[in-house]
T-cell receptor
Framework: AQSVTQLGSHVSVSEGALVLLRCNYS??????LFWYVQYPNQGLQLLLK??????LVKGINGFEAEFKKSETSFHLTKPSAHMSDAAEYFC?????????????????FGKGTKLSVKP | NAGVTQTPKFQVLKTGQSMTLQCAQD?????MSWYRQDPGMGLRLIHY???????DQGEVPNGYNVSRSTTEDFPLRLLSAAPSQTSVYFC????????????FGSGTRLTVV
């Protein structure tokens, strides 16, 4: 079964500093990869995704992530943190659904990283 | 607006009670799923469905039932609530391949006392 590891349950950066949130997955076959953001007491919002093609993926709010197959990583970055980026971030991979051919159905999530941004 | 609608947003149950969490989507997504979110655990898959009439278990299915009689609806039933089921529940949907990403509802916060 797939697994997703997010290094660091809490990350704190200063406003204007680089944001780097780490994500590694266990699959030997390139899966679909996602980053979601969750603001307090809200649902999950898709930040960006990698399915095929270009390995550097740009998302909303200035975030981007790079798929590195050799490192089985999909780290999330943003050049300059803003106070509004404070939230919890989840990395997720999809895996094929058992007997239902053609369906990348199930998302497997990491445990999340809470990002704090200091003024 | 198109999306995933979950009801209720909040619920308090007594141990042993049953209830149904509702989830509906209007995007004609084939795939729907239920997750629970607990502090420090991320989101864990409870049950999923790849289409009407087809459901299957995820990582943590015990104590929950689902059915999928229509494309739009995917209710989650708690048969006999236990304090261990205190959690935030999210419903998600996507097209069959999952390439476009998954749309999440706003969640149901359930407390079992």
């Amino acid at each position: 079964a797939q697994s997703v590891t997010q290094l660091g349950s809490h990350v704190s950066v200063s406003e204007g500093a680089l944001v780097l949130l780490r994500c590694n997955y266990s699959s030997s076959v390139p899966p679909y990869l996602f980053w979601y953001v969750q603001y307090p007491n809200q649902g999950l919002q898709l930040l960006l995704k990698y399915t095929t093609g270009a390995t550097l993926v740009k998302g909303i709010n200035g975030f981007e992530a790079e798929f590195k197959k050799s490192e089985t990583s999909f780290h999330l970055t943003k050049p300059s943190a803003h106070m509004s980026d404070a939230a919890e971030y989840f990395c997720a991979v999809s895996e094929p659904v058992g007997n239902y051919g053609g369906s990348q159905g199930n998302l497997i999530f990491g445990k999340g990283t809470k990002l704090s941004v200091k003024p | 607006n198109a999306g995933v609608t979950q009801t209720p947003k909040f619920q308090v149950l007594k141990t042993g009670q049953s209830m149904t969490l509702q989830c509906a989507q209007d995007m004609n997504h084939e795939y729907m799923s239920w997750y629970r979110q607990d502090p420090g655990m991320g989101l864990r898959l409870i049950h999923y469905s790849v289409g009407a009439g087809i459901t299957d278990q995820g990582e943590v299915p015990n104590g929950y039932n689902v059915s999928r009689s229509t494309t739009e609806d995917f209710p989650l039933r708690l048969l006999s609530a236990a304090p261990s089921q205190t959690s935030v529940y999210f419903c998600a949907s996507s097209y069959r391949t999952g390439r476009e990403g998954y749309t999440f509802g706003s969640g149901t916060r359930l407390t079992v006392v």
